[in-house]
T-cell receptor, first 113, second 116 residues
Framework: DAGVTQSPTHLIKTRGQQVTLRCSPKSGHDTVSWYQQALGQGPQFIFQ???????QRGNFPDRFSGHQFPNYSSELNVNALLLGDSALYLC????????????FGPGTRLLVL | AQSVTQLDSHVSVSEGTPVLLRCNYSSSYSPSLFWYVQHPNKGLQLLLK??????LVKGINGFEAEFKKSETSFHLTKPSAHMSDAAEYFCVVILAGGTSYGKLTFGQGTILTVHP
């Protein structure tokens, strides 16, 4: 049984560019959450998707947007990249929204130059 | 609002000695609490979870944590450290209600170093 997978593993972009990160949830899970982990810090919640809709959002600007597909996979899009967007982006999946355990993928490391 | 405070940014122990990683939380609703571990350049792995059942929770790899509501604490312990335990540990809270429903809030992390 495959766990949460993310692609790509690493990415280098320049300021002002746009990036799309992808996540496939654990088999049977229907909820996907995205987190940003800056170097030396704990992950920060970006948003959560359930039934193809954004259900919760953290304190991130509108440059951060997402999508969930009918097969429950998800994308995170970041527009107008800033140097401060350099971080490890983690995707987590769970069975339902709420207090169910979230299982994390290996992350995508984004470097903005 | 909910928050998590990990009281030590770094903890260093010798192999075979006990491990104690401290975590305090605050929340307006009944929380569920987790400990996750992150090895270098890896994703987060769930160690254990508290969801208002038994206050002493046993996890993987010999770790356990005790939920103390009166102290708003959820400290992680292990009787005997192993070299493979060296990693960063995160205490995490999630609320069962309110505007933060379903959102994980992470502590700043504690880096555990294990010396031979």
């Amino acid at each position: 049984d495959a766990g949460v997978t993310q692609s790509p593993t690493h990415l280098i972009k320049t300021r002002g560019q746009q990036v799309t990160l992808r996540c496939s949830p654990k088999s049977g899970h229907d909820t996907v959450s995205w987190y940003q982990q800056a170097l030396g810090q704990g992950p920060q919640f970006i948003f959560q998707y359930y039934e193809e809709e954004e259900r919760q959002r953290g304190n991130f600007p509108d440059r951060f947007s997402g999508h969930q597909f009918p097969n429950y996979s998800s994308e995170l899009n970041v527009n107008a990249l800033l140097l401060g967007d350099s971080a490890l982006y983690l995707c987590a999946s769970s069975l339902v929204t709420g207090v169910e355990t979230q299982y994390f993928g290996p992350g995508t490391r984004l470097l903005v130059l | 609002a909910q928050s998590v405070t990990q009281l030590d940014s770094h903890v260093s122990v010798s192999e075979g000695t006990p491990v104690l990683l401290r975590c305090n939380y605050s929340s307006s609703y009944s929380p569920s609490l987790f400990w996750y571990v992150q090895h270098p350049n890896k994703g987060l792995q769930l160690l254990l979870k508290y969801t208002s059942a038994a206050t002493l929770v046993k996890g993987i790899n010999g770790f356990e944590a005790e939920f103390k509501k009166s102290e708003t604490s959820f400290h992680l312990t292990k009787p005997s450290a192993h070299m493979s335990d060296a990693a960063e540990y995160f205490c995490v809270v999630i609320l069962a209600g309110g505007t933060s429903y379903g959102k994980l809030t992470f502590g700043q992390g504690t880096i555990l170093t294990v010396h031979p």
